[in-house]
């Protein structure tokens, strides 16, 4: 039987969590968040919302900026280990279970929201757009980021000279709007000898165009205020061979669109 988007990151969650907090999600860890927080106005004191926290990472990223943070996430087990590492080392995060498509809390509440890599796993982001610009407060941000629309369509893959560097990346299927289609893998830097110990990642991906993304963001009542597409510097390319690939072309799309005041 198929299995819903929650059931397979509820399936993904234990392992993921161990994963990540051993390091293996490189381009998270050195380059995306990084940007994604380089790029962040000053939340100091704001209250604010992350959609899609998972094992809570980036939510305590934003805590120790200064903001008053809720994370939630549609697979328990993810909340689970966010909430037990804010017992172990408090910030005053609130953790949740829940579906960003319907959220509990009441307008304008927020004043920001933050998604780091969560909105492209997600069906109805149109809907998702409208709701988390229902709980953010006029003149409220939202930054989110998600696998590059035209760089990472359904179809990539790295093409490499006799040495193994990355010269270009040939990509297809741009077009296809998948609906949770599942991609099946591990992060590349986990060992061989450590790959057999795990079950690979079941992932539901929702493909959207360029076109669509700028398009549902227009049609939920937000301003495109600013956009990053993160490449690593010649030093960080050597240091993590990993992400070297994206002095080729990008992996991820940062944005922050406003809430107007009206
Ligand atoms: C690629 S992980 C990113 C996790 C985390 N933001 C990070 O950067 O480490 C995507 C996350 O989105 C969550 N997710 C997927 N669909 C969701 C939905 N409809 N509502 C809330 N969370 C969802 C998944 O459970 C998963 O934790």
Known sequence: MKRSVSENWEANAATWTKLVR???????DALHTPAFLEMLPDI???NGLDVGCGEGANTRALARAG?????????????HHASEYEENEPLGIRYLTADALHLSFDDAQFD???????????PQQGDVLKEIFRILKPQGFFQFTILHPCFVPPFRKNIRDENGKVT??????????????LE??????????EREQHKPFNIPRF???????????????FILEASVEPMASKELAAQEEVVADTRVTPIAWI???RKPQN
Not at 22 to 28: E, S, T, V
Not at 184 to 193: A, D, G, K, R
Not at 207 to 221: D, F, P, Q
């Open 207 to 221: 493909h959207r165009t360029l076109s669509e993304w700028i398009g549902m963001i227009n049609a939920a009542g």
């Open 22 to 28: 051993a390091g293996y999600d490189i381009y998270r």
């Open 67 to 79: 903001a008053k943070m809720t994370g939630i996430d549609i697979a328990p087990t993810f909340v």
């Open 112 to 122: 920001f929201a933050s998604a780091f890599m969560s909105m492209m796993d997600m």
């Open 255 to 257: 944005v922050r669109l």
């Open 184 to 193: 099946t893998w591990l992060f590349s830097s986990v060992p061989q000898t």
């Open 44 to 46: 100091k004191g704001l």
């Open 168 to 181: 270009a990346v040939l990509v297809a299927d741009y077009f296809e709007n998948i609906d949770g289609s």
